[in-house]
C-alpha cells in the first residue's frame, strides 16, 4: 500500500511539473497582430491533455488500455450510438467502414468484387481509396455549390443492379442532404457509410428528429488529425448502431479475428477451446481463430488519454467554429457580386471545418491569383482536396478502365477544382484574426 501512495504522489509531482512546463512554455500569451501567421487550422489544447498523456506514458500500457476504453464509452454517449471503436486515423476508419460490408456473414448485402458504390470525386481520396483496392468500383457522381455535396438528383441515374453501397462524406462540416440519400439508400436496401471526418458536432434534422452526421447511415467514421475537430495527434473512430457491424468492425480492426476478447484478456466467451472454426482441429484456441482478412488499426492509450480531455472541450469547439463561419460570412458579403460564399445544406447545423470560397464565373478572377495574395499575407488556404480525383496520378494506371464508372458528368466538381479554396475558422481563431483573414480576402478580389 505504502509503494502504490508513494507512485500515486511521484505520479503527482510530475504532472504538476508538466502542467508548469505547459504555462512556461506553450501556453499562447501574446495577443495577434495582423500579419501574424494564421493557419486553416491548428491544435487547441491545454495543461490538462498534457498531463492525460503523461498518465498513460506513466501507465506505459502502451498499446489500447483504459483510456481508449473510456473514450469510446464516452464518445458514443456523447454521439448517440450504440457502439465506438478507436483505429489509428481517419483514413483507417474509412478502411474499416468500407471493409466490413465485404465479410460474407453479410450475406446477400456483401459487397463483392465488381459491385458498385456511389461517391463523389470531389473529396479526400482515403474516402474512395479501399473501395478501389477492394476490387469494388466507384461510380463518381457530380456535387452543387455552394453546398459541395453530392447531387442528390443524380442519384438513380447512378444506380444499377450492382449497386451495394453508397459512401461520401460531410463537406467541411456541411451536411450532405441526408434525408434524401438515406431514402435512397432504403428504397433500394443499400448500406450508406458517412463519412464525417470533416463534419464532427454538425446536426442534421429528418422529421423532426435532430441527431448528429456519422449517426444517421449505418456506420460513420471519424478523423483526430491535428487539424480536426478535435485531436489525438493521429486516430480515428468507426461507430454503429447495428450488433453485427459492431462485431465485424472489431474483427477487421484487431488482425481479422473471431474471437471478441478484449486486449490483455483471455477466454472472454468462456468458448476458447471447445469451439470448431473452419477446417481447424476441434477445440483450436479461439484466440487465434480469423474469420476475416484483417489488419492491426487499434489506437494507443497514449493518443487516448489526449482524446479524452479534448472531449471535454469539444461542446465549445463547435460552438466557436460556428461562431468564425459566421463572423467571416457576414463580413465577406460585400464581395459577393464576385465570390461565391459557402451556404449550409436545409435542414442542418453545421459544426464547420473551414470556409469555402468559389470565383464566380465572369468574375475575371483567377482562383490562384487570389490564393497567392492572401498566402503572401501570411493567411494559410487550402483547396478542396483533390478537387477532381479522377484527374490525379494514381489514376493514370486504371483511367479508361472499368475499375471506376462516371455516371453523367463532373462539371460542377471541375469547376471547383478551378476556382474553389477555403480559409480555416477553427477555435482558436480570435475575432481579430477573423477580421484581418476578411480584409485580406477583399483586397485580394478588388
Known sequence: MENRKNEQEAREQIKALVKEYYHDFKEKKEPFCEGDRISYASRVFDEKEMCALTDAMLDFWLTTGRFADEFEKEFAKWIGVKYAHLVNSGSSANLIAFMVLTSPELGERQVKRGDEVITVACGFPTTVTPVLQYGAVPVFVDVTIPQYNIDVTKLEEALSDKTKAVMIAHTLGNPFNLKAVKEFCDKHNLWLVEDNCDALGSEYTIDSVTKFTGTWGDIGTSSFYPPHHMTMGEGGCVYTNNPLLHRLILSFRDWGRDCICPSGQDNFCNHRFDGQYGLLPLGYDHKYVYSHFGYNLKVTDMQAAIGCEQLKKFPSFIERRKHNWLRLRKALECVED??????????????????????????????????????????????????????????????????????????????????????????????EMIDYMAKVIIEAVR
Request: glycine content about 8%; hydrophobic content about 35%; aromatic content about 12%.
Open 338 to 431: 464576385k465570390l461565391i460564399l459557402p451556404a449550409p445544406c436545409a435542414n442542418s447545423d453545421p459544426s464547420w471545418f473551414g470556409f469555402l470560397i468559389t470565383a464566380k464565373e465572369g468574375s475575371n478572377l483567377k482562383r490562384n491569383d487570389i490564393t497567392r495574395y492572401i498566402e503572401e499575407h501570411n493567411i494559410q488556404t487550402r483547396l478542396l482536396f483533390s478537387g477532381n480525383l479522377i484527374k490525379h496520378p494514381c489514376f493514370d494506371s486504371i483511367r479508361g478502365t472499368d475499375a471506376y464508372r462516371v455516371s453523367g458528368d463532373l462539371t460542377v466538381t471541375d469547376y471547383i477544382m478551378n476556382n474553389t479554396f477555403w480559409v480555416g475558422v477553427y477555435p482558436g481563431m480570435t475575432d
